[in-house]
């Protein structure tokens, strides 16, 4: 896919975005709103979601620093639904880098960027881990036997996920909205 092809596709979802943002601003002009993207995926797993990994042999198997890059650069562009009123956008490239590491690449725990450091209200576009590693398939979502997901975090995943979304933004609009 060429960077055109991928720059249409960038713009096609924030559009998609935004339709979806203006509903919920005629639903409810009061409410506030956070966009949580991910964090890298892991396509050295092989017994992931059959859709996804035939997605990936489609998108030509890229390496995990054009896969990674690219998510960056989507989240970059997405970030733009920031410049909506009480519309915040949050990535947590690098999460699962920082809590998990990755062994088979070498890459122990806290050894990258710390959450605090990723994807900032002063820096949004900020982030952690390597480009050239994948999540640790120990941050992936699992069933036992039978199947390990490619994209999909783990529950202790979903839980650092939550907790950097709820350090960045969230600990301040509960206290906003417990004051009023």
Do not use: C
Request: net charge negative; hydrophobic share 35%.
């Amino acid at each position: 896919m060429s960077v055109a092809q991928e720059d249409q596709i960038f713009q096609d979802t924030l559009e998609r975005l935004e339709k979806i943002i203006e509903y919920i601003r005629e639903v409810n002009t009061e409410a506030k709103i956070i966009v949580s993207n991910y964090d890298y995926p892991n396509f050295e797993i092989k017994t992931g979601a059959f859709n996804l990994l035939k997605l990936f042999r489609k998108m030509g198997s890229p390496e995990p620093y054009r896969m990674n890059s690219t998510l960056v650069r989507f989240a970059s562009h997405l970030g733009q639904i920031r410049e909506y009123d009480k519309v915040e956008f949050i990535h947590h490239f690098g999460l699962m880098h920082y809590h998990f590491g990755n062994r088979s690449a070498g890459l122990g725990k806290k050894e990258t960027a710390e959450p605090i450091d990723i994807s900032p209200p002063h820096d949004p576009d900020a982030y952690g881990g390597e480009l050239e590693i994948e999540s640790a398939s120990r941050s992936m979502s699992r069933v036992p036997l039978l199947y390990q997901d490619n994209y999909h975090l783990s529950a202790t995943g979903y839980f650092h996920l939550v907790k950097h979304t709820f350090q960045h933004y969230l600990k301040d609009w509960v206290a906003e909205a417990i004051a009023q």
